[in-house]
């Protein structure tokens, strides 16, 4: 069968409503774009609206629906008048109860047709040693038991690993510290994919009502155009970084124990398992013939794209030593008094010193904190990001006699609350006292 979906959203000839379970995750964020840049409306469920306000912005056909995934009511809200529905869930403990009950809401509201993000089918199965892949064939076992009075359709896509895994904690050592670790063979080849050639597959076969029979109740593999080995992607992040790149095969042990820091101790070793198919070629499988969907993105396209953002080198030497303040003292020699301190390692590595005169001076994102340990500044304004893109902390502090330091927490960093920020050239004890050297 050929392909049944074509290259963008673009063109429908409706304007269609489409709820979106997930919305802010690494496959529904791109999801809801290309609903929106298609010319559809979109009702994104979220368990919070701050965060999917950040994550989606603002568009006159998004509406947010906030709730847990198990709230009735935000279900309902979600799928009442939808023509179709995708969704998306986290590998988590509640994954199978909250799927089920989006399936139930979207069929109770009438919706004509629903896509489902599934895992790799080779060990997608109600037997599997997998656990959330387990978890995803009770989901579509639940989806073949569809009364067919409800008239709802519905296809799984079952998507390669991501090329934007490597970028998370949880995919072992980042290209920031020219080494890239996994339990894998440097020749070992896999079709990566990019989430947002899945989200956009997605779109195009919401918005394709008439295509709804032809997909009905398949599962579909959705993969990159190419074969990858991790020799290859370091070779590709050293061109795009301008520098040496390598990639480091570490044991199962070591990188189960690396990845627990950031998920569950049980979800690190279900993803050992990709691991285990990528040495035994068995995730070079091709995208299912009713699911190609071209042009696909590259590795190399997305390298290229996404090396630029990735944190600096860390310093040669990393052991933790007393502070050093040398480099402080041409912002102290002049007795300049400071007026706040702006410390940023989100997106980047920044800082800058606001002095009471009016005068500022830009800076290192470690100097902004060194200084503002020297001086006993309290933070007042700090945030806090982390997600497999990006990570990393912002924050401003003041002297303690600032009206707007009143209240403040003392200037001390817990792990607990950056777990999966990638906070460059910064360390930290077990009290949480971060140790700038």
């Not at 010319?39 to 950040?54: I, Q, S």
């Not at 509201?109 to 199965?125: M, N, P």
């Not at 029979?213 to 050293?238: F, T």
């Amino acid at each position: 069968m050929s392909s049944l979906v074509g290259s963008s959203t673009a063109g429908s000839p409706k304007r269609m409503r489409v709820a979106v379970a997930g919305a802010t995750g690494n496959v529904g964020r791109h999801v809801v774009r290309a609903l929106l840049d298609g010319g559809h409306e979109v009702r994104a469920l979220t368990r919070d609206h701050r965060k999917g306000e950040e994550i989606l912005g603002k568009h006159e056909r998004l509406r947010l629906v906030e709730g847990e995934g198990d709230d009735a009511g935000a279900l309902c809200t979600a799928c009442i008048k939808c023509d179709a529905a995708f969704l998306a869930c986290a590998n988590c403990d509640e994954q199978q109860e909250n799927e089920v009950a989006f399936i139930n809401a979207a069929r109770s509201a009438g919706v004509e047709f629903l896509v489902k993000l599934g895992t790799i089918r080779q060990y997608t199965s109600i037997d599997s040693d997998v656990v959330y892949a387990r978890r995803h064939a009770a989901i579509e076992a639940h989806l073949e038991k569809t009364p067919p009075k409800c008239h709802m359709r519905w296809v799984v896509l079952s998507p390669n690993c991501f090329m934007s895994n490597h970028l998370a904690d949880v995919f072992g050592s980042l290209p920031a510290s020219s080494t890239i670790s996994y339990p894998l063979d440097a020749d070992a080849g896999a079709r990566l994919v990019d989430p947002r050639d899945v989200g956009e597959l997605a779109a195009a076969m919401l918005t394709r009502p008439e295509n709804y029979d032809a997909l009905h109740g398949r599962k579909l593999d959705v993969s990159g155009p190419e074969e990858i080995n991790m020799g290859e992607l370091a070779a590709m992040y050293s061109e795009a970084l301008g520098r040496p790149v390598r990639f480091e095969r570490v044991s199962v042990e070591t990188w189960v124990a690396a990845a627990s820091h950031h998920i569950p101790a049980w979800l690190a070793e279900d993803v050992v398992k990709n691991f285990e198919l990528w040495n035994a070629g068995e995730l070079c499988f091709e995208t299912s013939p009713e699911a190609r969907f071209l042009p696909a993105r590259t590795m190399r396209e997305w390298v290229k794209e996404w090396a630029p953002r990735s944190p600096p080198p860390p310093p040669d030497e990393v052991t933790i030593r007393e502070p050093r303040w040398l480099p402080l003292r041409k912002y102290l020699r002049d007795g300049k008094e400071v007026l706040f301190i702006r410390s940023r390692t989100i997106y980047g590595d920044e800082g800058c010193i606001q002095f009471v005169d009016g005068s500022e001076e830009a800076t290192s994102a470690q100097e902004a904190t060194q200084l503002a340990r020297r001086l006993g500044f309290k933070v007042t304004k700090r945030h806090v990001e982390h997600d497999r893109y990006h990570g990393g902390v912002e924050y401003e502090a003041r002297p303690p006699e600032d009206p707007q330091a009143a209240g403040a927490p003392v200037y001390t960093c817990h792990p607990d609350s950056i777990a999966g920020c990638r906070c460059a050239s910064m360390q930290w004890d077990a009290t949480g006292t971060w140790l700038v050297s």
